[in-house]
Structure formats: C-alpha cells, structure tokens
C-alpha cells in the first residue's frame, strides 16, 4: 500500500479528553494545573515567533505561553477553550480579539507577532500547524455563535468550549462547532494509448494571477460527495466526470471548512468554462505541472498550489502516478 499523504494541519497530537472536558470539576482544575498553556488568537491571527515583518525570515513556530503569565496580560473572562493534553500538559486557546484595536502589547514581544495561518501556514511544523489551526477555528466559532440560532439569546460556553448553550431556559439549544465540508477534486483526462493523460486545472480571482490550483466547491443539502464533486465540475467547467474515488481530507480552518479531497476521471476534454466562477481552465500534461513554479514564484509562467493544501496534495499524487504511467 503506498504511504498516505501528509496533510497539513491534520495529524494534531493532543489527546482531546472528550469526556473529561465535559467535567467543569476536571477543566477548572486544569486551568490552574503547572504547566498549563495557552495558545492565543487575535481577531483570526495566531501568535507565532521568528517571523519578521517583511518575511524574509521565515521560521514561523507555534507559540505556547505559560497560562499564569498570559491571565496577566489578558483579562480572564475572554472567551477560551480547552484544545487537549499534549502529554501531561492542558492546552487552551484564548481569543484576545475584545483586548483592543491592536494585540496586547504583552504578547507581541521577543519577536512574535499575530500573522494569518494562511501567511504562513506552510512554513510551520505539521504538529504546530495542527494546533495553531486547532485553536482558530475554535476561537473563531465562538465569536461568530455568542447568540442562539433558534431564539435570539445569549449563549454560554460549556464543555470546556466545545459546546455553546442557550442561557434562556424555554429554549436551552445546544450549539457545537459548525464545520462546512467542502469537495476538492482533481481530474483526469486519459486520452487514447500513446497520449499524454491531462489533469484539469484552473484559477480565478481570488488566487495569484499565475497560481492554478484544482476545482474545488462546497456541498449543497441533499448531496452525497461524490455527486457535490460531479456537480461543481460540471457547472464550472462543463465536464462529466465518473469514477470518484476518495484520496485524503484536510481540515482548512479559513474559517471552518473541511475539504474533502477526490480524483475523477472526465468523460471528455471539452470545455465550457463558467466564466462567473473562474478566469480560466485549462488541461495540462503531468511534464507541463512538473515545469511549473511553486506558490508566489514571480518568475513562473504558472504556479504550483501552495505546499499547505490538499489541492498542492493532489497534483503531486497525480503527478507521481501519471510519471509512472
């Protein structure tokens, strides 16, 4: 079997304590706990280190402040989480957005600053990177749910922060953290024997102006994935596809998705390119990819996915098995 893909901002090691966390007991007792850490959050930036403001030192690391030094400079009742033990040691996000305008000065000191993930996401460790995306999502939901969806009030975090209740006691709905799944598909052309077989890339406005990355779209009520990933396909490119078959999956807390990764086969090369959804579509060879320049590369006539996605994860996956081909 080959080995499974890495996947940034998957693979988070803490032991989540799913059924301790519910304990109010056991999460006061961890919050006072030595060693105890949090890992703070700032209007959707996470604190890392080494990282200048220029970025041309780009050694980006998590950055995890003993908890008694971070309830001194920030005011304990901003809204906070329990992430998990990462061995012995309970770590929580905090959101330290309400503190002001900027970032506590307390924090951003020694060299670290609150960058976005998306910034720099791909020069952080996978563990850190799990935990730095961990604790945003996170934070990010509780911002965006301090009120009930079903009556209107105030809403309190309980489990240590892994549930929202509603505070007026005729409703009392819980709330837990919203996920948006979301397909990431590449596809295939395979040609007649003796020519190249093409992938379908394309770009659009959101991305660098020479940056193609794969289709991608999120799932609608009353579809499964597979007919999400024929759907966008079709829409946006005018291509049938079949045989999806499923290859990895990647938390992208930007801010809640979780991306479903697929390759399907296209039933032809034609294309009637959606012109609202993207700026372009093309069909390239496995050498044409294997030519092009990484993410943010000024130099390249094409660039490659960014090296933290599961988009960058495909094409590589692709590539290696159409070399072989």
């Keep these: 079997m080959p080995e499974a893909p890495r996947i940034h901002y998957a693979g988070g090691q803490l032991d989540r304590a799913a059924s301790d966390r519910k304990n109010p007991a056991w999460i006061s007792a961890q919050r006072t706990r030595p060693g105890a850490c949090v890992v703070p959050v700032w209007r959707d930036r996470n604190l890392v280190l080494g990282m200048t403001d220029d970025g041309t030192e780009p050694r980006a690391a998590r950055c995890v402040i003993d908890l008694h030094d971070a309830t001194r400079a920030v005011d304990g009742t901003l809204p ?19 503190v002001g305008d900027e970032p506590p000065a307390s924090l951003v000191r020694g060299g670290a600053a609150f960058l976005d993930l998306r910034r720099v996401g791909a020069l952080v460790g996978a563990r850190d990177a799990a935990l730095l995306a961990y604790a945003r999502a996170l934070m990010h939901w509780h911002r965006r749910h301090q009120y009930c969806g079903n009556c209107g009030a105030m809403t309190e975090s309980r489990h240590g922060g892994h549930m929202r209740r509603c505070t007026n006691v005729s409703c009392g709905a819980e709330h837990f953290p919203r996920i948006d799944p979301a397909v990431i598909m590449l596809v295939e052309h395979r040609p007649a024997s003796g020519v190249p077989r093409t992938c379908l ?17 999120f799932v609608e009520p009353g579809e499964s994935l597979e007919d999400a990933v024929a759907r966008e396909v079709w829409e946006e490119t005018g291509v049938r596809v079949s045989e999806v078959t499923y290859q990895a999956s990647q938390p992208w807390p930007f801010p809640s998705s979780l991306m479903v990764g697929f390759r399907a086969l296209a039933e032809t090369d034609a294309l009637s390119v959606d012109h609202e959804e993207l700026d372009e579509a093309r069909w390239f060879t496995a050498a044409e990819v294997a030519g092009f320049g990484e993410w943010g590369d000024e130099t390249a006539r094409f660039q490659l996915p960014r090296r933290d996605s599961i988009a960058r994860v495909l094409v590589d996956a692709w590539l290696a098995d159409a070399g072989r081909a």
């Design 201 to 217: 890339l394309a770009r659009h406005s959101r991305l660098p102006s020479r940056a193609f990355s794969t289709l991608a779209g």
């Design 80 to 98: 906070w989480a329990f992430l998990g033990l990462d061995g012995e040691a309970p770590i929580f996000a905090v959101d330290v957005s309400a």
